[in-house]
């Protein structure tokens, strides 16, 4: 068990002392002891503090998986400043304006960036030094052997952000959730507790570290002190070998992944005996590829929902609800909280509690939450209540049996004739087809109604789409108000670097001139 006091760096000091010797990363061809790990992240946190970087200050990454992210984050932990890990697959205007927002005063790039971000360079307001990793050109291992480990960690409260990871949104610029030693330990103490994660176990980083699937889970094996193996790429194959090579107990995928890895040569042959539990989420899992991961892995998986606000998990639907046919209706649901973590169902527009099955906006409390957006005191407050909930923005429901279902982003809903449509709901049936590889769906006008949904797809390789078919499914499975009244092909669904699907481009030219009712 995690110590309710601990921070994140009086824990890492523990596992050096308690077990200097057991092996604390993996990564390639290199390999790093808890007491290699420790004293690393202490002489980066003495060449930090040598740049002038102290307490409030940020520093930023802009590199694919390498474990130098993981060693600044762990050494702004230990001087009280805040790593803002940059998604690079970013466009270079939204790179620049996180790099910018964060206020990043030291700037780590990978050789893969090094260009973009010499293009960047006199736009960026306040990064000092550009510094290397990795390649030809590295300057990050004389970085840190040219200073002695550290002896002064800054005396961190637990409410002191450490990570700040921006989120992902559909519109507008992203904003930077600042993650805390509090919120981010007590993450990994509960996921730890539901998903039986103990220090000889062997946690798969696959996701990358921008993201809360990465980051919060490279600190979930932190809290425990069990291994980390960090994937540079989430190369499908070279994933699935990992697991047996390496002994992986944990990990967490991504939906799209693990409908590539289905597809890999020779996946049933491999040894899966390691694993115990796949984590599954941050976007819809179509049900065909639901069906054929289960029937590879077998009975380990896990559907997690969550959000980065949260530093990651707040549900799970546990292999038990995979593997019975009984209850084959909680697949597209997100299971129950998981240890830690209350939620409720809302009404979006009083804030009042809604009833079961009633649909409303899911409201999560916990002691996971992050301290606020970073600069960005309205956004803080209109996202959490004076009283501690966190408004997700996501429409959903609870089951008479407390099942949570996430039906789709409130802002999303489509109010036809006064009824509420979740687009993600008709989406689950269209996908089914066998002839659509994509499907979005979204509300155009209607004189009539108000506003009737539209089904935009994609046609699988080598298929053609026939609209009246779709129709006809939908009509089949789906009350009349849900069914689309019609289907649009497209060769691509537009989205955004981290694949959510941008449904504001879809609607935009049925709205031109209109305005769309929101919630």
């Not at 930077?176 to 980083?205: I, K, N, R, S, Y």
């Not at 009083?350 to 606020?372: A, C, F, K, Y």
């Amino acid at each position: 068990m995690i110590d309710p006091n601990a921070t994140v760096s009086s824990l890492l000091r523990r596992h050096a002392t308690e077990r200097p010797d057991d092996e604390a990363l993996r990564f390639g061809d290199v390999r790093r002891t808890w007491s290699e790990l420790d004293e690393r992240v202490r002489r980066l946190a003495t060449a930090l503090r040598a740049e002038g970087i102290g307490p409030g200050d940020r520093v930023a990454v802009l590199d694919l998986n390498h474990p130098s992210c993981l060693e600044l984050s762990l050494a702004c932990a230990w001087i009280g400043a805040a790593n803002a890990v940059v998604n690079f697959r970013l466009a270079p205007p939204e790179i620049l304006y996180v790099i910018n927002d964060a206020r990043a005063r030291l700037l780590l790039v990978g050789p893969e960036f090094a260009g973009a971000a010499a293009q960047l360079r006199e736009k960026l307001d306040t990064v000092e030094r550009i510094l290397p990793v990795g390649g030809e050109q590295d300057e990050y291992e004389a970085f840190l052997s040219a200073h002695q480990p550290d002896e002064s960690p800054h005396p961190a409260a637990r409410d002191d952000c450490f990570v700040q990871l921006y989120t992902s949104g559909t519109t507008g610029f992203p904003k930077g959730a600042m993650l805390t030693h509090g919120a981010m330990l007590a993450h990994a103490a509960h996921v730890a507790t539901d998903f039986e994660l103990a220090p000889t176990d062997v946690v798969q980083v696959a996701m990358p570290l921008f993201h809360v699937g990465g980051t919060s889970y490279a600190f979930l094996a932190l809290g425990q002190g069990a291994r980390i193996v960090m994937a540079r790429m989430p190369d499908p194959a070279a994933l699935l070998d990992m697991i047996g090579a390496e002994g992986i107990t944990h990990t967490f995928w991504v939906p799209a992944l693990m409908g590539a890895m289905t597809q890999v040569p020779g996946a049933a042959e491999k040894d899966y005996s390691s694993l115990r539990a796949i984590s599954y989420g941050a976007s819809p899992m179509p049900l065909p590829v639901l069906r054929a991961s289960l029937e590879l892995f077998g009975p380990r998986l896990h559907q997690v929902y969550g959000m980065t606000e949260a530093c990651g998990v707040v549900t799970s639907l546990g292999p038990e609800d995979h593997a019975d046919p009984a209850v084959a209706h909680r697949l597209v649901s997100a299971g129950k909280p998981i240890t830690g973590v209350t939620i409720e169902v809302r009404d979006p527009a009083t804030g009042e509690e809604l009833g079961v099955d009633e649909p409303g906006e899911i409201w999560v409390r916990t002691d996971q939450l992050m301290s606020g957006y970073w600069q960005k005191p309205e956004a803080t407050a209109a996202a959490v209540t004076p009283d501690g909930w966190l408004r997700s923005g996501d429409g959903g429901h609870i089951d008479a049996d407390g099942y949570v279902y996430v039906t789709d982003r409130i802002k999303d809903m489509i109010v036809s004739g006064g009824e509420n449509v979740y687009p993600a709901e008709i989406e689950r049936v269209l996908a089914e087809h066998p002839s659509v590889a994509d499907v979005a769906v979204i509300g155009v006008p209607d004189e009539r109604w108000g506003e009737v949904p539209k089904a935009c797809v994609v046609a699988a390789p080598g298929a053609t789409i026939d609209p009246e078919a779709l129709l006809a499914r939908a009509r089949e499975h789906l009350a009349g108000f849900k069914c689309p009244r019609t289907v649009d092909v497209l060769e691509e669904l537009p989205r955004n670097p981290t694949g959510k699907i941008l449904k504001k481009e879809l609607r935009a030219p049925h709205w031109e001139g209109r305005e769309r009712r929101t919630v």
